[in-house]
């Protein structure tokens, strides 16, 4: 009972936090999602900032079963490529949460749940040997700094150019995750 009102916790923090992003969340609407009281809600998570690097740690854990349900027979860009667009897919069905980066006491919420950084440290470093092994093959430039591809490849989980193409009304949701990857992987410069 105790588990699963916790994942219920954290499916309305995800979905609030995806909605209305971190500051604009409050405690009383993740309790009134869950239909709770706000007492309650602070016997299973003590703050706002613990509610968000809950739900960040459970994002990592899904990240992880993405990560190991990856055929390992594909070349290292298309694992790469894959990783993407199963975040843009979370993204445009309002699955992925919107963080500050810029917010202290989040920031250390963050630091100090040991789920979330556990599973950051795993997700980094699997993605670090792909984006390594793409440029070993010269599928992905050699001279780009390794930790520059990968905050690249992290920003696209959060990248309000899939909103703006939503809002657009004039694309459908593969159409947006195409135009994206394109000019993530590809590049802006005519071919």
């Not at 690097?53 to 070349?75: C, F, S």
Request: one cysteine or more; hydrophobic letters at 50%.
């Amino acid at each position: 009972m105790l588990a699963a009102r916790e994942q219920a916790i954290i499916d309305a923090v995800n979905r609030l936090l995806a909605d209305k992003g971190f500051d604009a969340m409050t405690v009383d609407e993740v309790a009134g999602a869950v239909g709770i009281a706000k007492a309650s809600l602070y016997k299973h998570f003590p703050s706002k900032e613990d509610l968000a690097a809950a739900a960040m740690a459970h994002l990592m854990q899904a990240a992880q079963t993405m990560l190991d349900g990856v055929d390992t027979a594909l070349p290292p860009l298309d694992k790469l490529r894959a990783v993407v667009e199963w975040t843009m897919r979370l993204k445009l069905s309002g699955h992925m949460p919107t963080l500050p980066s810029q917010n202290s006491t989040l920031r250390a919420a963050l630091v100090a749940h040991k789920g979330y950084m556990d599973g950051l440290m795993d997700v980094s470093e699997r993605l670090g040997a792909w984006i390594e092994a793409a440029q070993a093959d010269a599928s992905l430039n050699p001279a780009l700094p390794p930790i520059a591809v990968l905050y690249t490849v992290f920003a696209r989980a959060c990248d309000t150019v899939l909103e703006f193409l939503k809002m657009s009304d004039g694309f459908d949701d593969d159409t947006i995750i195409a135009l994206v990857m394109g000019t993530c992987f590809d590049g802006l410069r005519s071919r």
